[in-house]
């Protein structure tokens, strides 16, 4: 159940087993949502380590959640966050231009300083505001967040989309996981060609048993008496005051350390 490509339930497992689920899910919720505002409005790479530090030190210290499971998960964006930066940290250009420069053919891929420097700080923001939503999910049971949306009066749409979503993600994962064992126990991978061929299968096969699937759970759910509403039981959990006092020193600090790098411009 480790955070593998096939261990599917292991966000949930996290979450159940964290440290933190004894704490009220709608807090959590909130103090996540109001972190990951200030950690974009303030746009300050001091601030966005601090917060990387923080979600670090909350999920894996006191979450009790094993380091290389929570830097595994952390990463996985990590090559998506890169190649959607090449675009800010690179230019191209027919003209010799930039501090730094290459040049191919009749062009120049070129950059700066404040072009690497923009770059990383929207590489460490971006990784910031994805360990902060990743510290609410690796804590909180997914039927907590949606209930603690309901509460907050989130349109009811929304919640349900969310849940169905969520749900049936794994699902495909689990059927794909078994096309491709299949596939490969047939030699479906034995070189190149047999691997694009079984690719195309699979992705084709996917929609049509994705739409099977559909239909099949929502049958499920009418058989149960579904009209329209998901609901969830809920254990009943109080709001600490020491909760709130620790969330308002670390929103403190991040104002703090924002007021005092402002000289730095970075």
């Known amino acids: 159940m480790a955070h593998q490509h096939g261990g599917y339930f292991s966000i949930d497992l ?3 087993k964290s440290k933190l689920k004894s704490i009220n899910p709608e807090f959590k919720l909130i103090s996540a949502l109001l972190t990951l505002i200030l950690t974009i409005i303030f746009n300050n790479i001091f ?3 601090y917060v990387l530090f ?6 894996v210290s006191l979450g009790g959640m094993d380091f290389k499971e929570y830097i595994s998960i952390l990463l996985t964006p990590l090559s998506f966050i890169i190649l959607a930066s090449i675009g800010i940290a690179l230019g ?7 501090e730094f420069h290459i040049k191919i053919g009749f062009f120049y891929i070129y950059t700066s300083k404040d072009q690497l420097i923009e770059t990383a700080k929207l590489i460490i923001k971006v990784l910031a505001c994805v360990s902060v939503m990743q510290g609410l ?4 049971m997914p039927y907590e967040i949606i209930n603690a949306l309901r509460k907050l009066h989130v349109p009811k749409l929304i919640i349900e989309l969310m849940n169905l979503i969520y749900r049936f993600i794994f699902i495909l994962i689990e059927s794909y996981s ?11 991978y034995h070189n ?10 699979i992705a084709s096969n996917i929609l049509v048993v994705s739409l099977k699937k559909a239909n099949a759970y929502y049958t499920a759910m009418e058989a149960r008496c579904f009209d329209g509403d998901l609901n969830f039981l809920e254990d009943k959990k ?16 991040m104002f703090v350390i924002w007021l005092f790098t402002l000289r730095f411009n970075i």
């Open 192 to 201: 190149f060609k047999t691997s694009i061929s079984t690719f195309g299968n």
């Open 178 to 188: 078994n096309m491709k064992n299949s596939a490969m126990s047939r030699m479906g």
């Open 137 to 140: 999910i690796l804590s909180t």
């Open 54 to 59: 923080l979600m670090f030190f909350l999920t």
């Open 238 to 253: 109080s709001l600490n005051k020491n909760h709130i006092f620790v969330v308002f020193i670390s929103i403190l600090f």
């Open 14 to 16: 996290y979450a159940f």
């Open 92 to 98: 191209i250009s027919t003209e010799y231009m930039g």
């Open 47 to 49: 601030v966005s380590g």
